[in-house]
């Protein structure tokens, strides 16, 4: 059985933020099933309940949704896939506190994420 989680993803260790950065966060909401994986079937069921929000500093908040894609997982803030931030290995990779994911974002820049939190819905 799945729980619907809240996900809070700061921007980890790059060489523009050595420290990395609180102010360059996302929250998600998706399901997690017992092994901590996103579960495919239950964001299924209602996927309109698998949201995103992007926090970065100096650019309004986007908000938006965590889709399937092809290649895996993708962060969509709007209709089609001009816009899609994809997560390196989200599908096998669990999600928990303390971890890193990685977000390509549109432009191809690949950037770590560690995940600080993760509470239930």
Known sequence: ????NIVKLELARTDEYPSGSANHS????????ENEI??????????GRATIRRFWPNEPEQSGYVLKANN??????????????NLFHLESHPIK????????????????????????D
Do not use: H, K
């Open 38 to 47: 996103i579960d495919e079937t239950a964001r299924a069921i209602d996927p």
């Open 72 to 85: 895996g997982w993708a962060f969509s803030y709007a209709v089609g896939e001009e816009d899609d931030e």
């Open 97 to 120: 506190q303390g971890e890193y994911l990685t977000v390509t974002e549109p432009n191809g820049d690949r950037l770590p994420y560690r995940i600080v939190a993760v509470s239930p």
């Open 1 to 4: 059985m799945s729980n619907w």
């Open 26 to 33: 996302y929250l998600i909401r998706v399901p997690l099933d």
